[in-house]
């Protein structure tokens, strides 16, 4: 689709040092990026308009949150989720940057977590790259059901629009597949 004329776009953020990997607009319309520096731990930054109003890498003992922050993600019960590609797990903070949980898969040597997306009931769904399958959790990372290689074959890029339908992008097909995964 080709923008009208009059149609603009303006820069909300420029980063200097920093390179944005992962992007995410919540409710509220703050911005949520994930970010990446040479020589600094990842971090997430919440912004409101140009204003940073948090920002996060340590856990309070100051341990890095995670190692290679890129999709971001924030549910309806406002966690914030977070993949970790060096760690291979999905990192759950709460709001306020304190870590609750990090999901590792069913087994953790097969597991590789790729886009990441949230629904209205707050469950995480999470695109496994490496054995073809949605991960399902809820708010806590309870697992709770998988969308298996039979449906989907490596999912890249996976999103949950507003009626829960999840749509999910194939790498190798390259299609989009619409899947409706929750019961009326």
């Known amino acids: ?7 603009k776009i303006k820069t909300l953020l420029t980063f200097t040092g920093w390179t944005p990997r992962g992007l995410c607009v919540n ?3 703050d911005v949520l ?3 990446f520096r040479q020589g600094e731990p990842d971090k997430v930054v919440r912004y409101s308009g140009v204003t940073v109003i948090q920002e ?9 949150l995670f190692r290679d922050a890129s999709f971001v993600c924030e549910n309806t019960n406002t966690d914030i989720c977070v993949r970790d590609v060096e760690t291979r797990c999905v990192v759950v903070v709460k709001s306020t940057g304190v870590p609750r949980y ?3 898969g069913r087994s953790h040597s097969k597991f590789e977590p790729g886009c990441v997306s949230c629904d209205g009931q707050s469950h995480i769904l999470i695109a496994d790259k490496n054995q073809h399958c949605i991960h399902i959790i809820d ?3 309870k697992f709770l059901s998988l969308i298996n290689k039979h449906f989907i074959k490596l999912p890249v890029g996976i999103n949950v629009s507003e009626d829960n339908t999840l749509y999910v992008a194939e ?3 390259g299609k989009i597949k619409v899947i409706k ?3 009326d």
């Open 1 to 7: 689709m080709a923008l009208k004329r009059y149609q």
């Open 27 to 29: 409710a509220n319309n």
């Open 33 to 35: 990026v994930s970010m």
């Open 56 to 64: 996060f890498s340590r856990d309070s003992q100051g341990n890095f």
């Open 102 to 104: 990090k999901y590792s």
């Open 139 to 141: 708010k806590d990372g």
């Open 171 to 173: 790498r190798k097909s």
């Open 181 to 183: 995964y929750l019961s």
